[in-house]
């Protein structure tokens, strides 16, 4: 019964870290879009340097996991929670890491104007960061029926992804003196689309953790 309590005990802080970690992602990513919209340089430097704070969890999570196998040797049902866990928080080590690189992308954009306001961009990264909302609530609830229906609003984002590239590729032809600043911007789209992906694959790891079952739901 001891060793069971000091068991939950750990799952219950892996558990807590982990939700830590995907609050950090979170703050990250709105950061770094209302970084954009303002050119805010010193935000976006900000983000950058705080992405460590993220890494830091991400390690944190990686040795609990690697010292709740070797000393406790869970049964499948926990084994399954410690190991959707960890790719869980792999996907969010992911999602901060992509809430740097739209930071770097404001810092390539540099002084404005910007070639036109900001206003779709931020709409699919509210769409992005809903999914990270309901897949989080997911987790915590062990729900997999909310998991799937999170995964199947990444057609939505892709459907907004495709659209902002294709009208950027437009203003690139129209306006050749600004292609450094559209190309940014695509990227910006870009690394919000991967941001619905990597919420999409967490979908699957709590399917697996509930289910015992590998589903693809990226396709």
Same mark, same amino acid.
């Given at each position: 019964?001891?060793?069971? &309590? &000091?068991?939950? +005990?750990?799952?219950?802080? %892996?558990? !807590?870290?982990? %939700? ?6 979170? $703050? ?19 983000? @950058?340097?705080? !992405? ?13 996991? =690697?010292?709740?196998? *070797? ?5 499948? $049902? ?13 996907? =969010?080590?992911? #999602?901060? /890491?992509?809430?740097?690189?739209? &930071? ?10 910007? @070639?036109?306001?900001?206003?779709? #961009? ?6 992005? %960061?809903?999914?990270?909302? +309901? ?10 029926? %909310? *998991?799937?229906?999170?995964?199947? &609003?990444?057609?939505? =984002? /892709? ?5 902002? $590239? ?28 991967? #941001?619905?992906?990597?919420? $999409? ?8 953790? =509930?289910?015992?079952?590998?589903? !693809?739901?990226?396709?």
């Amino acid at each position: 019964m001891a060793i069971r &309590s &000091s068991f939950d +005990k750990d799952l219950t802080k %892996l558990k !807590d870290s982990l %939700l830590e970690m995907a609050s950090l992602a979170r $703050t990250s990513v709105e950061d770094s879009i209302k970084a954009l919209a303002e050119l805010d340089f010193e935000k976006a430097k900000q983000i @950058i340097e705080d !992405d460590a704070k993220i890494n830091q969890l991400d390690e944190k999570i990686n040795n609990l996991v =690697v010292q709740l196998i *070797a000393q406790q040797q869970p049964v499948a $049902t926990d084994l399954r929670k410690i190991i959707a866990a960890l790719k869980f928080s792999n996907d =969010v080590e992911r #999602i901060g /890491d992509l809430a740097v690189n739209i &930071s770097k992308s404001i810092l390539h954009i540099g002084n404005g104007p910007l @070639i036109k306001p900001i206003v779709e #961009i931020p709409k699919m990264a509210d769409m992005a %960061l809903d999914m990270l909302s +309901k897949v989080v609530e997911a987790y915590i609830n062990e729900d997999p029926v %909310l *998991a799937r229906e999170t995964a199947a &609003s990444d057609d939505a =984002v /892709d459907a907004l992804y495709g659209k902002l $590239t294709q009208e950027l590729l437009e203003l690139m032809t129209k306006n050749p003196q600004s292609i450094n600043q559209i190309t940014q911007l695509a990227f910006v789209c870009r690394y919000i689309e991967r #941001i619905a992906d990597h919420t $999409t694959n967490m979908s699957e790891h709590i399917i697996f953790m =509930v289910r015992a079952k590998q589903y !693809d739901l990226n396709t």
